[in-house]
Structure formats: structure tokens, C-alpha cells
């Protein structure tokens, strides 16, 4: 390894509002570890940069209270990589992915074949597999085909899904409007492997998906999406908002207005990267936000902004001169990334 790097967020945080000073011995520091693998001793960091040591010991202990190093039985050591650790975190996930999808094929494999005969002889004999046939065709507005009710039927006898909760797949399907024999398919196998096999399961299961999309319809109005679908990567981003970082509607609305006003447009990852700053600042609500935008105009007051001019702030104002080429490039990055793993 010959080179080291730092992070977007890093630079962010950071870059702009530290002092030049500290931000060369931090790179200092994560050379001689990432080179040699041991973090330097305040008295070799002063030597190296020509500083005196009590100004190192200051510098440690201020990087060390911004969380990037870590001091533990009295030696100082930099903190976890959140990059490493998100790329190995996007592997295991795209591992399991292809693990499932593999296991989907093998299951497919060894799906049995049903005639229409055996299948009628069960319907005679069960009249819940009747009624299955009989609810599937009001629910699917269609009269079934034999190779419909071959799949219904495998999904009772083949993966052992209960009628009511076959039934309540065909809804929830249908309310999607994804019927395809593909689909419907997919869906009951993950059922079967996720246990879901009471109508109680099953419908707290079609409520949890619900309140998802539900989720992504607010996201789409806020962002005045109404006459198209959504790419695989904004539902991805979506995803990570409501989901994974469980942010409120209203931040990611103010997000929106933010970035449109400083931006022109919506840029997906200049909106992420925004959110990402807020919720590791800890702001909850659009109060938390503004308050923090007042605090920090009051302490730099030469940031204020003339009138008439909507003003950036220290923690939504992530592009420079050159903004329009690093946000392209940015959002390829974070939409690659994305891509594989949410």
C-alpha cells in the first residue's frame, strides 16, 4: 500500500473549518500508521513537522475529542475505518444476496410438476384448496389458467404455505399490481423461508411492507415525483432515509428545499450527504436544524450573507467553485455504491 485517503465526509467535517495545522499532522499520523502500522509518539510528530511536542499532545487530545482517535491504556490508536467497515458491511450483504438468489434457483429446481388431474382430485377432495382457487380468481380479476392453479396449488403443497396465507399474498400483490407468475413466485418462496405461515404473521409481514411504501409515496410527493416511476437507485436512497437512518419526513423535506436552493436541482447524493451530516449531528427535527443554522451565523458573523441571498451553513454547504463536476462525480460514486447494497 502506497498511498492513504480520506474520506468525503472527512473532508467535510473537517477540511474547511479546522486549522490547516491540525489537519497536516492528522495526515501525518495516518501515514506512519497506515504505512508502518504503529501510531507515532507526540515527541516523533513534533520532530518530523518541526512543532514543539506540547503542541502535538494538544493536537492528539483535539482529534482524539472529534472522535477520529481513540486513546485506550494510555496509548492513542485512529478510529475504526467507517469506509472499510461500510465496504466489508456492502460485501457481506451483496454475499447473502447472491446466496439467496442461488438458493431461489435451487429451489426452483426441485419444484415439482402437477397434472391437471391430480390437481382437480385435491380440489374435489379439500374444499379449502377449492376455495383457494375460487378467492385467487376474485382477487387476480382473471379466470385461471391451468398453469395458475398449478403455481397456487405448489405454493400449499410444495412450500406448505397455509391457504389464508396465500390468500393474503395474492392481495398484497395485487394491490402492488405484480402478478406476474415470476413474482408471485419469488414472493411465496421468501414467505416460506422467512416462516411467515399464520394469517397473524402474514399480515403484521403485508403491514411492515405497507408502512415501507407508504414511506416511499411521502418521499415522492415531497420531491414532486408524480409522473414517472422511481429508478432502482432513488428507491435505494428512499430505502436509506426512511428506513435505515429512519429520518422524519419533515428533515428530508427541508433537505430537499436546501438542495434545490443551493444547487438548482435535486442532486440525490448532495441531499444524502446533507442528511447523513444532520443525523450524525444529531438534529431530529427541522427546529434542531435551524437552531444549529442561527448558532453557528451568530458565532461567523462574516459567513452571513448579503440580503436576498439564501445563505449556506456550516452544515449543508458541501460544494465550492468547482461544484458542478464534483457533485456528477460524487453522485456516480454514491449511486455505484448504492446499487450494490441498498
Same mark, same amino acid.
Given at each position: 500500500?502506497?498511498?492513504?485517503?480520506?474520506?468525503?465526509?472527512?473532508?467535510? =467535517?473537517?477540511?474547511?473549518?479546522?486549522?490547516?495545522? !491540525?489537519v497536516?499532522?492528522?495526515?501525518?499520523? $495516518?501515514?506512519?500508521?497506515? $504505512?508502518?502500522?504503529?501510531?507515532?509518539e507526540?515527541?516523533?510528530?513534533?520532530?518530523?513537522?518541526?512543532? *514543539?511536542?506540547? %503542541?502535538a499532545?494538544?493536537? *492528539?487530545?483535539?482529534?482524539?475529542?472529534?472522535g477520529?482517535?481513540?486513546?485506550?491504556?494510555?496509548?492513542?490508536?485512529?478510529? &475504526?475505518?467507517?469506509?472499510?467497515?461500510?465496504?466489508?458491511k =456492502?460485501a =457481506?450483504?451483496?454475499?447473502?444476496?447472491?446466496?439467496?438468489?442461488?438458493?431461489?434457483? /435451487?429451489? /426452483?429446481?426441485? =419444484?415439482?410438476?402437477?397434472?391437471?388431474?391430480?390437481?382437480?382430485?385435491? &380440489?374435489?377432495?379439500?374444499?379449502?384448496?377449492?376455495?383457494?382457487?375460487?378467492?385467487?380468481?376474485?382477487? *387476480?380479476?382473471?379466470?385461471?389458467?391451468?398453469?395458475?392453479?398449478?403455481?397456487?396449488?405448489?405454493?400449499?403443497?410444495?412450500?406448505?404455505?397455509?391457504?389464508?396465507?396465500?390468500?393474503?399474498?395474492?392481495?398484497? &400483490?395485487?394491490?402492488?399490481?405484480k402478478?406476474?407468475?415470476?413474482?408471485?413466485?419469488?414472493?411465496?418462496?421468501?414467505?416460506?423461508?422467512k416462516?411467515?405461515?399464520?394469517?397473524?404473521?402474514?399480515?403484521?409481514? +403485508?403491514?411492515?411492507?405497507?408502512a415501507?411504501?407508504?414511506?416511499?409515496?411521502? +418521499? /415522492?410527493?415531497?420531491?414532486?415525483?408524480?409522473? /414517472?416511476?422511481?429508478?432502482?437507485?432513488?428507491?435505494?436512497?428512499?430505502?436509506?432515509?426512511?428506513?435505515?437512518?429512519?429520518?422524519?419526513t419533515e428533515?428530508?423535506?427541508?433537505? !430537499?428545499?436546501?438542495? +434545490?436552493?443551493?444547487?438548482?436541482?435535486?442532486?440525490?447524493?448532495?441531499?444524502?450527504?446533507?442528511?447523513?451530516?444532520?443525523v450524525?449531528?444529531?438534529?431530529?427535527?427541522?427546529?434542531?436544524?435551524?437552531?444549529?443554522?442561527?448558532?453557528?451565523? %451568530?458565532?461567523?458573523?462574516?459567513?452571513?450573507p $448579503?440580503?436576498?441571498?439564501?445563505?449556506?451553513? %456550516?452544515?449543508?454547504?458541501?460544494?465550492?467553485?468547482?461544484?458542478?463536476?464534483? &457533485?456528477?462525480?460524487?453522485?456516480?460514486?454514491?449511486?455505484?455504491m448504492?446499487d450494490?447494497?441498498?
Amino acid at each position: 500500500m502506497n498511498e492513504i485517503s480520506l474520506s468525503f465526509d472527512f473532508i467535510d =467535517k473537517y477540511v474547511r473549518f479546522t486549522k490547516p495545522e !491540525y489537519v497536516q499532522i492528522y495526515i501525518y499520523i $495516518k501515514y506512519c500508521v497506515e $504505512k508502518n502500522g504503529v501510531f507515532p509518539e507526540a515527541a516523533e510528530i513534533a520532530a518530523a513537522l518541526d512543532i *514543539l511536542p506540547t %503542541k502535538a499532545e494538544f493536537v *492528539l487530545e483535539y482529534w482524539t475529542s472529534c472522535g477520529e482517535f481513540v486513546y485506550e491504556s494510555g496509548a492513542y490508536s485512529i478510529k &475504526a475505518d467507517d469506509n472499510k467497515i461500510e465496504t466489508d458491511k =456492502k460485501a =457481506k450483504i451483496k454475499a447473502v444476496d447472491a446466496a439467496k438468489k442461488h438458493l431461489i434457483q /435451487r429451489v /426452483r429446481s426441485m =419444484k415439482p410438476s402437477y397434472s391437471q388431474e391430480e390437481i382437480d382430485a385435491v &380440489a374435489t377432495a379439500n374444499k379449502q384448496i377449492s376455495g383457494l382457487f375460487y378467492q385467487a380468481e376474485k382477487i *387476480l380479476n382473471k379466470v385461471l389458467t391451468a398453469s395458475d392453479m398449478e403455481l397456487i396449488f405448489s405454493f400449499n403443497d410444495w412450500l406448505g404455505l397455509p391457504v389464508e396465507v396465500i390468500l393474503m399474498l395474492l392481495t398484497y &400483490a395485487a394491490k402492488k399490481g405484480k402478478t406476474t407468475k415470476r413474482y408471485l413466485e419469488t414472493v411465496a418462496i421468501d414467505w416460506a423461508e422467512k416462516g411467515i405461515d399464520t394469517f397473524e404473521s402474514a399480515e403484521a409481514y +403485508v403491514s411492515e411492507l405497507e408502512a415501507i411504501d407508504s414511506a416511499e409515496h411521502q +418521499v /415522492r410527493s415531497i420531491l414532486g415525483i408524480y409522473d /414517472r416511476g422511481l429508478t432502482t437507485t432513488e428507491k435505494k436512497y428512499i430505502k436509506l432515509w426512511t428506513e435505515n437512518m429512519k429520518i422524519p419526513t419533515e428533515l428530508i423535506s427541508l433537505a !430537499y428545499d436546501k438542495t +434545490v436552493d443551493y444547487t438548482g436541482k435535486l442532486s440525490w447524493s448532495y441531499m444524502n450527504k446533507m442528511l447523513q451530516n444532520w443525523v450524525e449531528s444529531g438534529f431530529e427535527t427541522v427546529a434542531d436544524v435551524k437552531a444549529a443554522d442561527e448558532e453557528f451565523y %451568530k458565532n461567523n458573523k462574516s459567513a452571513e450573507p $448579503k440580503a436576498n441571498k439564501t445563505r449556506p451553513s %456550516k452544515f449543508d454547504n458541501y460544494e465550492d467553485a468547482n461544484k458542478g463536476d464534483y &457533485a456528477e462525480l460524487e453522485e456516480q460514486i454514491l449511486d455505484m455504491m448504492l446499487d450494490d447494497n441498498y
